[in-house]
């Protein structure tokens, strides 16, 4: 099996801060997610400072377009994002509109399936009109509330589509193994990493747990 690959989510306020988790867990994990209370604290300069401090990692900025998909991505891309998050409940031409940017820079579309209700439809439609990630998220509000991403990481994988799948919502690592063998491509930690007593430590327990699972 694919070893899936790890993104840290990076969801600090501070620039500084943000940057030092970065420097802390890079060895250990493929992708850096600007989270979205961080990429709108701090803004295009963040993505720059990663884009030029870490040219060979994936860069993921976590934007949760709602509208102006086009318009609001272009502006990322054009910083060094790799991938951009539209939100699936925006609908179709926003998503059309974050991957008209995507495809300027040659770069991806995640889509974020967060409270989507009909969640196989919008990620069919979506991968059709070519998203290339679809992410299967239960956000921190819903994880307080006792919800888990697994059942709806389960039906999205199920699907059998061409585009990679990401999960994020509270994987730690006793959950690891049930997310590589439930199909993910994508894992996503944040606070199981950024809570550690050592972040370095749990990030690379992280990747020794997917290695392990991914066998
Ligand atoms: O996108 C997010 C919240 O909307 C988080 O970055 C994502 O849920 C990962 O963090 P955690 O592992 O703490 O759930």
Redesign the pocket.
């Known amino acids: 099996m694919a070893r899936p690959l790890i993104q840290m989510?990076l969801?600090s306020l501070d620039f500084n801060q943000t940057v030092a988790l970065a420097d802390q867990v890079a060895p250990y994990v493929d992708i850096f997610?600007i989270?979205?209370p961080c990429i709108k604290y701090n803004g295009v300069n963040l993505v720059k400072e990663l884009r030029q401090r870490y040219p060979d990692k994936l860069l993921l900025v976590?934007l949760?377009t709602m509208d102006a998909g086009e318009y609001e991505a272009g502006a990322f891309y054009a910083a060094g994002a790799d991938i951009c998050t539209v939100l699936g409940v925006s609908g179709l031409a926003t998503i059309g509109g974050v991957i008209k940017a995507a495809k300027k820079y040659a770069a991806e579309v995640q889509v974020d399936l967060?409270n989507v209700p009909n969640k196989g439809e919008c990620a069919r439609e979506s991968a059709k009109l070519g998203a290339q990630i679809m992410g299967v998220?239960?956000?921190?509000d819903a994880?307080a509330a006792g919800q888990t991403p697994f059942t709806d990481l389960a039906e999205v994988a199920n699907l059998g589509l061409n585009v990679r799948v990401s999960v994020?919502?509270?994987?730690?690592p006793a959950t690891i193994d049930q997310t590589v063998k439930a199909g993910a491509n994508i894992i996503?930690?944040?606070?199981?990493i950024?809570?550690a007593p050592s972040p370095a430590e749990a990030a690379r327990e992280i990747r020794e747990l997917v290695d392990v699972a991914a066998v």
Do not use: F, N, R
């Open positions: 989510a969801d997610e989270g979205t976590d949760k967060i998220h239960t956000g921190l994880q994020a919502g509270g994987i730690k996503v930690v944040g606070a199981a950024y809570g």
